[in-house]
């Protein structure tokens, strides 16, 4: 896989992450309304756990990565990432991002997605991108479907991480085909 690229779109830039990231990354996962669809939210120590995990992980090449509004703010993360072999979609790449409340509804999330299928299907040649969120996650899907991916409604799964019981587990599988996209 080859290094980790920063990709600029018209008002993002999707960069590695920095140390300089940590804090405001442990806000954004610490925040309710932005974890309103994981289990919980992320305590410091959580968060600098998974941040950790994420620079280990730029090494290989696919990871989520910080995404900069116009070169000067942390505004969240995007990303394509291998999926673990747990998750009923694998094996496959999937593509993800959060953002920071104040970031919201201003089409940041599709163009940095947007950013991450460029090089997805242009750069890597990947064959199929595939996203999945809680069925009531209306923002997220929006998003995907901005984006171009289908709902695959037979590829619909039970999050094998989430307890079983909670509304949370029941995850909606979208697909997006190298042979559909035009760049």
Do not use: C, K
């Amino acid at each position: 896989m080859p290094a980790l690229p920063e990709i600029r779109t018209d008002r993002l830039l999707l960069r590695p992450w920095r140390e300089a990231d940590r804090a405001p990354f442990a806000e954004m996962n610490g925040d309710p309304e932005v974890r309103q669809f994981f289990p919980s939210v992320l305590s410091r120590a959580e968060a600098d756990d998974l941040f950790d995990q994420l620079l280990g992980w730029q090494e290989e090449g696919l990871t989520f990565v910080a995404v900069e509004r116009e070169g000067r703010e942390l505004i969240g993360m995007a990303g394509l990432a291998e999926l673990d072999d747990d998750i009923p979609p694998a094996p496959g790449v999937e593509l993800g991002w959060r953002l920071v409340r104040r970031a919201w509804g201003r089409g940041y999330a599709t163009e940095a997605a947007r950013g991450w299928l460029e090089h997805g299907f242009g750069t890597l040649g990947l064959a199929e991108i595939v996203a999945f969120a809680v069925p009531g996650n209306a923002r997220s899907r929006a998003v995907m479907e901005r984006i171009g991916m289908t709902h695959d409604p037979g590829g619909d799964f039970d999050h094998p991480r989430i307890a079983e019981g909670s509304p949370l587990r029941r995850h909606v599988l979208y697909r997006f085909r190298r042979a559909d996209w035009r760049p």
